[in-house]
Nanobody, 116 residues
Framework: QVQLVESGGGLVQPGGSLRLSCAAS????????MGWYRQAPGKQRELVAG???????NYLESVKGRFTISRDNAKNTLYLQMNNLKPEDTAVYYC??????????WGQGTQVTVSS
């Protein structure tokens, strides 16, 4: 079983930056393909970025060039660096396995609000 705890969200102005972190418990984090997801009010949850065990990454088209996903297996931590944030990036952000999430791994998420 893996427990995931997201942090790093907050209120930021358009054009600002945030770095999200996802701390994973257990010893299998390094064996998992991971992803960052987000859910905006009234919308379905979507996969924003993914990273494989081999380090290969993929991104939702709308965040390419602005978001960077990374992982530190020694720290059991997943990151999402978000630059040039836009109001449409406002959502609750979650981490989970990717591209197929595990239902039992969902955490509380971290709120990101982009507003002037």
């Amino acid at each position: 079983q893996v427990q995931l705890v997201e942090s790093g969200g907050g209120l930021v102005q358009p054009g600002g930056s945030l770095r999200l972190s996802c701390a994973a418990s257990g010893s299998i984090f390094r064996l998992l393909d991971m992803g960052w997801y987000r859910q905006a009010p009234g919308k379905q949850r979507e996969l924003v970025a993914g990273i494989g065990v081999d380090g290969r990454t993929n991104y939702l088209e709308s965040v390419k060039g602005r978001f960077t996903i990374s992982r530190d297996n020694a720290k059991n931590t997943l990151y999402l660096q978000m630059n040039n944030l836009k109001p449409e990036d406002t959502a609750v952000y979650y981490c989970n396995t990717g591209p197929t999430p595990v239902r039992g791994y969902w955490g509380q998420g971290t709120q990101v609000t982009v507003s002037s």
